[in-house]
């Protein structure tokens, strides 16, 4: 058969071509028309097919800014009442000489005595000739409603060189936080459901997968609204505790080596400036002696 007359078939038969075209597209657009559909029955907000739509929903991804939570944002929220407040507090001390090691124990006693709790310390030892010192450093977390107790008793240990004190206003943030996790605690409910009327095989893997990821944000922000709990609850207190240096550490004997030492290098000294000075002497004597013997003439 010639391309012509093949040609020709095709004209005579156009319309059986055109409308085993129209019937596969119209199957094609209705396999997504019916996998957004399954969705929207579902009560999902989505207009989207399923594959498409699971790109947004991973854990920490652009779903939570979606939803209008900003990590690290701090509104200020004026229409709270109940404000979140952290505090924190700087000071520095100095105890006499010899009473590092007391002044040390009156500060674990302090937070024993309170039930604050030390976090980690850090103590250096400086050594000047025959004497010595200490240094301190403490961090310290302290229940806000023991806070002034506990800061007026670390004040009466030695003399007080420094002191501050910084609050911040967390109230922004923490709400942020908790509308937050309501709306994510809602989409995994609507999962849920979604999950209990799915029919399709596909459908339960992909809820599944998406509920594990919801679960795991609901996690992260249940832990960071616990800390943020704990920064309001338990004030922190940073001491520096140092030993006064004695008035005599940087006295010390001088070895019997150091004043050999001293010795040769005085006389190495006396020795180079007599050599340098010679030879001018001379020339000085030498001229005075002519000049001496011209007037003698």
């Known amino acids: 058969m010639t391309l012509k007359d093949q040609w020709k078939k095709i004209k005579d038969n156009w319309l059986i071509i055109v409308v085993v075209l129209l019937i596969a597209g119209f199957f094609y657009a209705g396999d997504d028309l019916l996998s957004t559909a399954r969705f929207e029955s579902y009560g999902y907000d989505y207009e989207e097919p399923l594959g498409i739509a699971t790109e947004s929903l991973g854990y920490g991804s652009s779903r939570m800014m979606k939803s209008g939570f900003y990590p690290g944002s701090d509104d200020f929220s004026p229409e709270v009442e109940d404000r979140k407040i952290t505090k924190t507090a700087s000071l520095s001390t100095e105890v006499e000489f010899g009473q590092f090691q007391e002044g040390e124990q009156q500060l674990k006693a302090i937070v024993s005595s309170t039930d604050s709790f030390l976090l980690d310390e850090n103590i250096n030892k400086y050594d000047l000739g025959r004497k010595s010192y200490y240094s301190g450093s403490y961090n310290l977390k302290v229940d806000v409603r023991k806070y002034d107790q506990v800061v007026a008793s670390l004040q009466q240990i030695g003399e007080v060189q420094s002191f501050s004190e910084y609050a911040q206003d967390i109230t922004g943030k923490y709400t942020n936080l908790q509308t937050e996790l309501e709306a994510e605690r809602a989409r995994l409910q609507r999962y849920n459901q979604m999950l209990a009327e799915a029919e399709l095989i596909a459908d339960k893997i992909e809820l599944n997968d ?88």
């Open 210 to 297: 998406r509920i594990f990821d919801q679960e795991r944000t609901i996690k992260y922000l249940e832990d960071s609204l616990k800390n943020q709990d704990q920064r309001v609850e338990y004030a922190t207190i940073q001491v520096q505790m140092t030993e006064k240096q004695s008035e005599f550490s940087s006295l010390a004997f001088v070895s019997f080596g150091q004043l050999i030492t001293n010795l040769v290098s005085s006389s190495s000294n006396l020795l180079e400036l007599l050599f340098s000075v010679l030879p001018w002497a001379v020339v000085i004597a030498l001229i005075w002696i002519g000049v001496r013997w011209v007037r003698r003439r």
